[in-house]
């Protein structure tokens, strides 16, 4: 078992990669600064003076038909893309209690200064997802509206390269025997290259070769501290098979 479409956008846009913006019949694309609120509405924090801004206009009475455009980057060399993320809907700027609102849910994804200084030197606008799809390689799937609402992102994407990285620097002769064990590899030497909140994608073969298979985790993990318990026996074997002596013994 795999994160859904719909979970793989909701990770992809909620704010931790570079996004784009794409308006409707408007010159383009732009870089925007962008987060998530709880329900997925995006957030965007645009500087009052910026071409975006102007693009936006936000005197107008009128709302602006947006896209966001997001690409997954992958973790480390050789690690399999996400795919691109593109969700519309209708952006409206942000006032008063709303603003303070927004900020504060955009601060939970990105605590940056600059949502200090919102409604003077920024902006936020924001905008329910209406249409959502995800691009692959070879493929694009429509995700609905509503599965997108009530997706979370992987509370593991964020910290993903780092993850990766302490299993290859600290780890690699437990993780390798652990994978051997536990999936039907022919040839070479197995690594990890993604880590998600259900499981592991793990490539092996000899030089040249992409095959992959997935080692999934026994149920989603909620949070890093629970990533770290359940990959305890893995990285530290002899600890997880020791047994505690009975007392008076």
């Known amino acids: 078992m795999g994160p859904s479409p719909a979970e793989i956008v909701r990770t992809l ?40 801004a102007a693009e936006l206009d936000p005197g107008a009475d009128d709302d602006v038909a947006v896209v966001l455009d997001v690409l997954d980057l992958p973790p480390a060399p050789g690690a399999p893309s996400l795919g691109r993320a593109w969700i519309s ?22 605590p940056t200064g600059d949502l200090l200084d919102v409604g003077t030197r ?11 799809r995800l691009e692959g390689a070879d493929s694009v799937r429509r995700v609905d509206p509503g599965e997108y ?9 964020a910290i993903e390269p780092e993850l990766l990285a302490d299993l290859t620097d ?3 002769a ?22 998600d909140r259900y499981g592991l994608v793990v490539a092996y073969g000899g030089p040249g070769d ?11 993990v909620a949070d890093p501290a629970e990533l770290s318990r359940l990959l305890h026996p893995m990285l530290c074997p002899r600890a997880a098979s020791a047994r505690p002596a009975a007392d008076g013994r």
């Open 13 to 52: 846009v909620a704010g931790r990669l570079p996004g784009l913006v794409h308006l409707a019949h408007r010159p383009g694309p732009f870089h925007v600064r962008h987060a998530t609120d709880p329900e997925g509405r995006v957030l965007m924090l645009v500087p009052v003076v910026s071409d975006l």
């Open 89 to 110: 809907g209708w952006a409206a700027p942000l006032r008063g209690a709303e603003a303070r609102r927004g900020a504060a849910d955009f601060a939970a994804v990105d």
């Open 122 to 132: 920024f902006r936020l606008h924001r905008f329910e997802v209406v249409e959502a």
């Open 149 to 157: 609402a009530a997706a979370e992102p992987d509370p593991l994407h």
């Open 170 to 172: 600290h780890h690699e």
């Open 174 to 195: 437990q993780v390798t025997a652990y994978l051997r064990g536990h999936l039907d590899l022919a040839g070479g030497r197995p690594r990890v290259v993604r880590l």
């Open 210 to 220: 992409r095959r992959r298979a997935r080692l999934a985790f026994p149920h989603p």
